[in-house]
């Protein structure tokens, strides 16, 4: 799990690093940060079970065995991409590690994500459904329609709701009643869950196992509320403190909550990792993110008479 998180860290540092070079054209919006929630929770969940995510997804996919090769490559816009280079970033998909796909409309992946529980459910598999949407998506009409169609029928699903606390640059204060916890409304929909640190990826982990089981064991739907934090810019790769939108005091408040430094810090005392370790780990890491750029930066484009294969409108 401490593999999963530093690698997703990582990845997401070097793409932010080549981001400039031009190379990578399509709109990105990184997770760095909020690692430990995708972590935690893709632990607990086997290639048969289904995931999906929205725009935010490298750390969801990666933590769900998504191919990192063909992940860079997709953003890199080359017919090698996981989606044959024609979604970017907001379009990954491996569907052979249960990763159904993600989609940038807020909220749109919820009712998809619903969907396929219910097709587990009508076909008699075991596979549950996770899906990761962040705190705007929960202000969206079809939200608490699928909340309660879900309910109503104990699908096998996982409702993880990153609450990162701004959609685009508008804080949770300013779009919704004030004290009103997401968890809350989930409940009221008939999806009980609990609101976690998710900064704290044993915890994520803890948590998300528990229910899970309940999930697993008929239960019907769940709904976990990570409190987590983004630290660069809600598109791109650039810190945007300067905009003035995050009250002072609060970014530096989070980097001392920062998930990657939370998990070294507590293996080293527990002594289940020293410098050494780390530094092997480290080195494993940069190799394979400098094999993934370069398979995706000599990979071809696609051709053009493949530019509408698959495209449906």
Not at 135 to 147: K, Q, S
Request: charged residues 25%; aromatic residues 8%.
């Amino acid at each position: 799990m401490f593999r999963t998180l530093l690698r997703i860290r990582r990845v997401e540092e070097r793409l932010v690093a080549l981001y400039p070079e031009q190379q990578i054209r399509c709109p990105t919006h990184f997770s760095i940060g909020q690692e430990a929630v995708a972590a935690g929770v893709c632990a607990h969940l086997s290639a048969k079970d289904l995931a999906m995510s929205a725009h935010r997804s490298h750390a969801h996919y990666l933590a769900k065995g998504g191919d990192l090769k063909a992940m860079v490559a997709e953003l890199y816009g080359k017919a090698t991409g996981c989606a044959r280079g024609k979604g970017g970033s907001m379009h990954l998909i491996d569907r052979s590690v249960g990763f159904l796909g993600c989609v940038p409309i807020v909220g749109s992946t919820i009712p998809i994500a619903v969907g396929a529980s219910f097709g587990s459910r009508l076909l008699g598999n075991s596979a549950t459904t996770t899906i990761f949407f962040g705190d705007g998506a929960a202000e969206t009409g079809v939200f608490a329609e699928t909340l309660s169609f879900a309910a109503l029928h104990k699908l096998p699903v996982l409702f993880v709701c990153e609450n990162n606390l701004y959609s685009v640059l508008t804080p949770q204060s300013e779009r919704q009643p004030h004290g009103r916890r997401i968890v809350d409304v989930a409940a009221g929909l008939g999806v009980p869950g609990e609101q976690v640190d998710g900064q704290d990826v044993e915890t994520v982990f803890d948590v998300a196992g528990q229910m899970i089981s309940r999930i697993r064991d008929g239960g019907g739907p769940g709904f976990l509320e990570f409190l987590t934090y983004r630290y660069l810019e809600h598109c791109g790769p650039l810190d945007d403190t300067r905009l003035g939108y995050r009250p002072p005091g609060e970014f530096e408040d989070w980097l001392e909550r920062d998930p990657v430094r939370i998990e070294t810090e507590r293996l080293i005392a527990e002594k289940l990792i020293d410098a050494k370790a780390i530094e092997r780990l480290e080195s494993e890491l940069a190799l394979e993110i400098d094999d993934a750029v370069e398979f995706a930066q000599a990979s071809p484009f696609p051709e053009r008479a493949e530019m509408d294969a698959s495209v449906f409108a």
